[in-house]
């Protein structure tokens, strides 16, 4: 064994368990726990009495005294450090406050976590000392709300084909031209994170698409600064009351100082930024999900055919246990990370990606199924399901599409392999710090562990370098570890010092457990008999 | 002004009661609490009168020291120190020997204005303020709906069954809390780091035996299902008949 980490997601596909990055389960010192439970309260008194979800769907906007609440509670600045007006907390008060806000309404998180996830989290991680005084005051009281402005009508899922360029000036400024889709917050917004190809001065002959990005911060509106436009506000599926536009630049000047990072570093800070936003939107999920679960639970103890209650059939019951399961298993993953990126435990890029393939496609199936048990009832617009639905969309297409982020997680999952085979782990591996009653699902882990490990070489030995392009390979291993890493999180939960579960929330866990390994094995038994040939066949002659 | 609210942590609204085998009191195994409803509203009262007259608000509660959930609650949302008077059998004390650890407390303090909520969302008694401003010796309104507070008197409209209220009275005194009387604030962000930094005291409460004991507690027994007579006009006879002679209500 070598004393190197991986990663823990990333050591799965070696057949590792570093199990000092789970256990025990990273909890933030008591009063960060405390400060994430008051906000978390405070919102939801707040939001019960100000949000009006089914309003706010049908008018199509978030009115203007929502986001002055928002404004007055401070949520604005909730991660913002307090040197500069934000109240200064860390991952899982920012999680528990998206749970929060998204248990009651998924257009108006989507407003917050468009302002503090992706839209100014830039200036936090790569901006200097004078920027952060330039801008974060106003954006933790909320005086400029932010947007992230990245997409193009050309470059969606393959960001960096973007083509605004962004030109410097005799005098050091910057001249902007060019076309941003789909941008969360584009109508409120007085504050965006954009990113734009600049010459590169070495090679400064280089056609448009050679040359590197760089990411700059515009601070104003379309009022007081000439050249920025916004477009009308897009007609969407669901999160119809979030502001979703075109911003658009024409010879925008923005000054010298406006350069966010490294010149030409632009697309790792666009990563790194949608790195750390994916986590915030696992959080978001869950909190739908609850909602889901309370009024397929309170419809099911309520409605009565053949004369007893629907909760007390088998079939309605496989869907309520599910969505039991599923969500304790969101909120201990989405809960695993924060801890780990609060007490700084390594590195928790590939983790956040497991938590946002979960909580996205759980979610999905979640509210289907709360909607299945509502039936009749559950399909008219005047009950919440069709609303939930809709809003849950588009979980699995934003910050990263669910089919790109597997490639990516399968890619770098196998990039110590497909270098060298010696990467993996030479003995049976053993997850540490699990509770007595749970040495069962702890046996279970390991052996599919080793089982990833050895899919992952056949992968690495078969396609080589190549491997990056076996998209339906790389898919099958993402899913295997993104069950496994949800699976850990879940045993984490209950094996934690500080808990002490009652005999129902260790058979939820237990069910959790077990719906995973299953989702697990359903991935891995598709590799022995793959179809992938046939469907590139198939989908070929379709599409030729 | 030296202001006091006091308030007492109850159980959650949507708590479902249960009974204890020994049939003595109610089965607290997995019950959350929560600030009492007009408890709320004597804090935000007596923030409201620091903020309009100047002074210091204490909170102030009978109970456990797992209160200081509550406690932090009331200070992130203005007041500027808390205190428990810490004592495990909370629950099982009267309204007497509550209002006299409290009265005893108060004095020590110094307090000018007691506020406190019209009653607590879980026993209901209405008891514990008017006992405290007998034990203080002070002026008392209870089921204030509005108050105009100057540094040593005030105004106060309280609601009756006879209707309206309006007293003068002068300070010290203690004011009991009703629905209308304000709407309290929510706590804010920095009203919740703030209240991190806030001093919470824990002292024992003084010891003072009960008087009244529970002899029994039993949930309402549960109410007869409905019943449909008849539907439209039709059954306006049939529900006449019902309620003459059944329910006997005419």
Known sequence: MTAQSFGFVRSLFLGRIESSAVMPFPHPDADAQETAESVAEMIREWAADAIDPDQID???????????GMRELGLFGLTIPEEFGGAGCGQLAYISALEAISNRCASTVTVFAGHLGIGMKGILLYGTPEQKQMWL???????????????????????????????????????????????????????FTVFARTPDPENPGAP?????????????????????????????????????????????????????????????????????GRHGLSACCTGQAKLARKLAVAH?????????????????????????????????????????????????????????MYATERLWDICNNALQITGGTGFMREYPY??????????????????????????????????????????????????????????VFESLVTTLAEKSRDVAERHGKAARNAQPDLRRLSDMAIALY???????????????????????????????ARSFQTAAAETENPDDELMAKVASEMTA | MNIVACIKRVPMTETQAKVTADGQSLDTSGVEYMTSFYDEI????????????????????????????????????????????TDDAWALRDCRSTAKALAAKVQELG???????????????????????????????????????????????????????????SLPAVITCQKDLNEPRYAGLKGIMAAKKKPVEEVPAAEEASQAEVVRVELPPARKEGRVVGEGPDAVEALMTALQTEAKVL
């Not at chain 1, 009281?141 to 969606?156: P, R």
């Not at chain 1, 969500?327 to 928790?348: F, N, Q």
């Not at chain 1, 849950?392 to 990039?415: C, D, K, P, S, Y």
Request: proline letters at 4%; glycine letters at 10%; one cysteine or more.
């Open chain 2, 42 to 85: 004597a804090v935000e009262e007596a923030v409201k009168t620091k903020e309009k007259l100047g002074g210091e608000v204490t909170v102030l509660t009978i109970g456990p020291s797992d209160a200081t959930k509550q406690i932090r609650e009331c200070l992130a949302k203005g007041s500027d120190k808390g205190i428990i008077l």
């Open chain 1, 300 to 356: 099911a103890k309520e409605r009565e055919q053949f004369g007893v209650p629907i909760a007390s059939f088998g079939m309605i019951q496989e869907m309520l246990a599910g969505m039991d399961a599923d969500i304790y298993a969101m909120e201990a993953s989405t809960k695993l990370t924060a801890g780990m990126i609060d007490l700084g435990r390594g590195e928790t890029m590939l983790e956040a990606t497991c938590c946002k």
């Open chain 1, 386 to 443: 069709e609303r939930i639905l809709r809003d849950a969309r588009i979980n699995m297409i934003f910050e990263g599409t669910n089919q790109v982020l597997r490639m990516m997680m399968g890619t770098q999952g196998l990039r110590p392999l497909v270098k060298d085979l010696g990467a993996l782990a030479s003995d049976a591996p053993t997850l540490d710090g699990v509770r007595e009653d749970f040495a069962d699902e702890r046996a």
């Open chain 1, 486 to 516: 949800v699976m850990a999180a879940v045993i984490a939960r209950v094996s934690s010092p500080d808990a002490t579960p009652e005999e129902s929330e260790l058979n939820v866990a237990r069910l959790a457990c077990s719906r995973l």
């Open chain 1, 208 to 276: 448009l698409m050679d040359r590197p990005i760089s990411a700059f911060v515009v601070s104003g509106s379309p009022d007081d600064l000439p050249g920025l436009s916004v477009g009308a506000p897009e007609l969407k599926m669901g999160l119809c009351g979030s502001s979703t536009t075109e911003v658009g630049f024409e010879d925008m000047v923005i000054p010298a100082d406006a350069l966010l990072g490294e010149r030409g570093q632009g697309f790792k800070v666009a990563l790194n930024i949608l790195n750390s």
């Open chain 1, 137 to 191: 005051p106003a954006l933790a009281s909320g005086e400029q709300i932010a947007a992230f402005a990245l997409t193009e009508a050309c470059a969606g899922s393959d960001a960096g084909a973007l083509r605004t360029t962004a030109d410097p000036e005799p005098d050091g400024s910057w001249k902007l031209n060019g076309r941003k889709v789909w941008i969360t917050n584009g109508g409120i917004a007085s504050l």
């Open chain 2, 111 to 169: 307090g000018e204005v007691v506020f406190a909520g019209r009653q607590a969302t879980d026993r209901d008694n209405a008891s514990v303020g008017p006992m405290l401003a007998t034990y203080l010796g002070w002026a008392c309104v209870t089921d204030v709906i509005e108050l105009e507070l100057e540094a040593d008197k005030g105004v106060a409209k309280r609601e009756s069954e006879a209707g309206v209220e309006t007293y003068e009275f």
């Open chain 1, 58 to 68: 049908r008018d199509k906007t978030i009115s203007a005294d929502v986001i002055e």
